[in-house]
């Protein structure tokens, strides 16, 4: 049983992202002249429900659990009160035999979703593109696309760079691979046995890739140069865990790293210039999971092993929404739509949830604090144009 506003789809998701529909759905060919009169009569179409594709299953065996690749659309709320969900009937699937997929990159520009699986990568390809249709969209393995990446073992941070022109991956057996897409040339390599890597993340400059492995510091590397500019070190105590770049408003970067220290969970902020500590708070006691940072940088979110989600203002780390058994089961991933609106949160317990968040106006002024002064403003203006008929009101001594 789906927990309320979740959508169950009967197999443990470990991956899941929002679709780029834009890059991804072709429009229909301009009409012929001998139609334009007809064209011009009509009714724009509306734009396609938002898509996010799925990913997971019960492995390898015999669980009698497919192991696919699913794409869902969004529906709006049936009824005022209630939230949206994502649609139990598939757009797309797609089964992928006996090997799971356990991580998903969806390329920006619709070149198609990378699936990270136990033995290594593939990736595939829209096809049957043609109109504006969400149903014309297939799915289709390239097994030629990632020949280097074939048989590299099970990739456990997979991530494409913000214009899609770079891919990085990093292994379960500690080897960090950074290539340009869609050519595959190698930009970057580093071995290291004796971690494994957690997570990666580009700046939307595609200067930096932060890194995060199971032991030791952050590195961050310069993928200009190729060399690593900054070790973050951890305090005493602290796990580090999922890393996450964000805009500024003043279009500069800040760097937000997860953490486990004790019995708490918390999120740390660097500087991407001077690569130094700018903040830190504990967030929650229950183990991070999962985290994201919404596409104009105003919200952070973190799912946890206890099915919890929280999402919070970057600028001050201010806890906005709670979900509190958001899901029966650990968190494995949250991702903001595009418009920053739409939190997407999956889980092993077979479900997805789609949380509206509402993100608040990073560069702007909270409507709240402007409204209070002006109800002040209105009540001292009417207590000075009757202060003596108020002043007759009370009781006389």
Same mark, same amino acid.
């Given at each position: 049983?789906?927990?309320?506003?979740?959508?169950?789809?009967?197999?443990?998701?470990?991956?899941?992202?929002?679709?780029?529909?834009?890059?991804?759905?072709?429009?229909?060919?301009?009409?012929?002249?001998?139609?334009?009169?007809?064209?011009?009569?009509?009714?724009?179409?509306?734009?396609?429900?938002?898509?996010?594709?799925?990913?997971?299953?019960?492995?390898?065996?015999?669980?009698?659990?497919?192991?696919?690749?699913?794409?869902?659309?969004?529906?709006?709320?049936?009824?005022?009160?209630?939230?949206?969900?994502?649609?139990?009937?598939?757009?797309?699937?797609?089964?992928t035999g006996e090997e799971v997929p356990y991580r998903m990159a969806v390329h920006p520009r619709g070149d198609g979703v990378l699936c990270a699986f136990p033995n290594g990568c593939r990736l595939y390809r829209w096809e049957s593109q043609e109109g504006d249709e969400p149903r014309n969209l297939a799915l289709e393995p390239d097994h030629?696309?990632?020949?280097?990446?074939?048989?590299?073992?099970?990739?456990? *941070?997979?991530?494409? !760079?913000?214009? %899609?022109?770079? =891919? &990085?991956? /990093?292994?379960?057996? #500690?080897?960090?691979? $950074?290539?340009?897409?869609?050519?595959?040339?190698?930009?970057?390599?580093?071995?290291?046995?004796?971690?494994?890597?957690?997570?990666?993340?580009?700046?939307?400059?595609?200067?930096?890739?932060?890194?995060?492995?199971?032991?030791?510091?952050?590195?961050?590397?310069?993928?200009?140069?190729?060399?690593?500019?900054?070790?973050?070190?951890?305090?005493?105590?602290?796990?580090?865990?999922?890393?996450?770049?964000?805009?500024?408003?003043?279009?500069?970067?800040?760097?937000?790293?997860?953490?486990?220290?004790?019995?708490?969970?918390?999120?740390?902020?660097?500087?991407?210039?001077?690569?130094?500590?700018?903040?830190?708070?504990?967030?929650?006691?229950?183990?991070?999971? *999962?985290?994201?940072? !919404?596409?104009? %940088?105003?919200? =952070? &979110?973190? /799912?946890?092993?206890? #099915?919890?989600?929280? $999402?919070?203002?970057?600028?001050?780390?201010?806890?906005?929404?709670?979900?509190?058994?958001?899901?029966?089961?650990?968190?494995?991933?949250?991702?903001?739509?595009?418009?920053?609106?739409?939190?997407?949160?999956?889980?092993?317990?077979?479900?997805?949830?789609?949380?509206?968040?509402?993100?608040?106006?990073?560069?702007?002024?909270?409507?709240?604090?402007?409204?209070?002064?002006?109800?002040?403003?209105?009540?001292?203006?009417?207590?000075?144009?009757?202060?003596?008929?108020?002043?007759?009101?009370?009781?006389?001594?």
């Open positions: 049983m789906a927990p309320r506003g979740g959508q169950s789809y009967g197999f443990p998701i470990y991956c899941a992202a929002w679709l780029p529909l834009a890059h991804i759905l072709k429009s229909d060919p301009p009409a012929a002249d001998a139609d334009a009169d007809v064209d011009a009569d009509a009714s724009p179409s509306s734009p396609p429900a938002p898509m996010a594709a799925l990913g997971g299953g019960g492995g390898e065996g015999r669980s009698g659990v497919p192991n696919k690749l699913v794409v869902a659309a969004l529906e709006p709320a049936a009824a005022a009160g209630e939230e949206a969900a994502l649609s139990s009937e598939a757009v797309v699937e797609v089964r030629e696309a990632l020949a280097e990446l074939t048989n590299a073992g099970l990739q456990l *941070a997979v991530s494409f !760079s913000g214009e %899609g022109s770079i =891919l &990085a991956t /990093g292994g379960e057996d #500690g080897h960090l691979r $950074v290539f340009k897409w869609p050519v595959l040339e190698s930009v970057l390599t580093e071995d290291d046995t004796k971690t494994s890597i957690k997570d990666l993340s580009f700046s939307s400059d595609e200067k930096f890739l932060a890194v995060n492995r199971s032991s030791g510091p952050c590195r961050v590397w310069d993928l200009l140069s190729t060399e690593a500019v900054a070790n973050l070190p951890r305090e005493a105590g602290e796990i580090f865990g999922f890393c996450r770049f964000s805009n500024k408003t003043d279009n500069s970067n800040i760097l937000f790293i997860t953490a486990m220290q004790g019995d708490y969970g918390k999120i740390i902020s660097w500087n991407t210039s001077s690569w130094t500590r700018v903040g830190s708070k504990k967030i929650t006691r229950e183990a991070i999971s *999962a985290f994201a940072v !919404s596409p104009d %940088g105003a919200l =952070l &979110a973190i /799912g946890t092993i206890e #099915g919890t989600v929280i $999402v919070l203002g970057s600028k001050d780390m201010r806890t906005l929404t709670t979900v509190k058994k958001a899901h029966l089961g650990i968190i494995t991933t949250l991702a903001f739509s595009q418009d920053s609106r739409t939190l997407l949160s999956t889980s092993f317990d077979s479900t997805a949830r789609v949380t509206s968040v509402g993100s608040p106006k990073s560069n702007g002024t909270s409507v709240w604090p402007m409204l209070l002064v002006i109800i002040l403003a209105i009540l001292v203006y009417y207590c000075m144009q009757h202060k003596e008929e108020l002043l007759a009101m009370l009781p006389r001594l």
